[in-house]
């Protein structure tokens, strides 16, 4: 991934970011001091061209008011990271504590202005496990990324796939 700017986030951020050369996160705490991480992990679910997981941690735990600062501060985290790199960028809600349905509405929020822009895809999908519990998934990505086409493809057959129950009628045990 190509180094983002700080610089350039921070002019347009209402919360000042730093970066943590250690953890490698973007951190930054809100107004109700609740401190938060913004990661892009290198990710190889899609093959056609470079992509990355964006992941948004509420890094102590805290209980978050509804702060229009926070997403302000991670789309322009965002933003930034997209004028650097040619990449998708995925996310996944969080199932462990339940509460992906909530999330998924937050990020739908947060990230559904990139539907109103031409420059952009949006392309939230769900997907189902074993016992038919929804996880959330999404996949935002410029149109002008030489790889748009393949990625997209990529994206939608994986989430089929992965949305395929097994035939298990045909199933016999080895």
Request: charged fraction near 25%; hydrophobic fraction near 35%; proline fraction near 3%.
């Amino acid at each position: 991934m190509n180094q983002l700017s700080l610089d350039n986030i921070n002019s347009t951020s209402p919360y000042r970011v730093c970066y943590d050369d250690t953890t490698k996160l973007f951190k930054f705490v809100s107004d109700y001091h609740v401190g938060f991480s913004v990661a892009f992990d290198e990710n190889d679910l899609l093959q056609s061209g470079e992509s990355y997981q964006f992941a948004l941690t509420n890094y102590e735990g805290k209980k978050s008011p509804r702060d229009n600062k926070v997403r302000a501060t991670v789309l322009a985290i965002v933003e930034e990271f997209f004028s650097k790199n040619e990449a998708a960028l995925l996310y996944i809600c969080e199932t462990g504590d339940g509460m992906q349905k909530m999330r998924n509405r937050l990020f739908h929020f947060w990230f559904g202005i990139y539907s109103e822009n031409d420059d952009f895809l949006f392309l939230p999908q769900v997907v189902y496990d074993e016992e038919d519990n929804e996880n959330y998934a999404a996949l935002i990505i410029r149109r002008d990324n030489p790889n748009f086409n393949d990625l997209v493809t990529e994206f939608t057959n994986t989430i089929t796939i992965l949305n395929l129950k097994p035939d298990t009628n045909n199933y016999t045990p080895f």
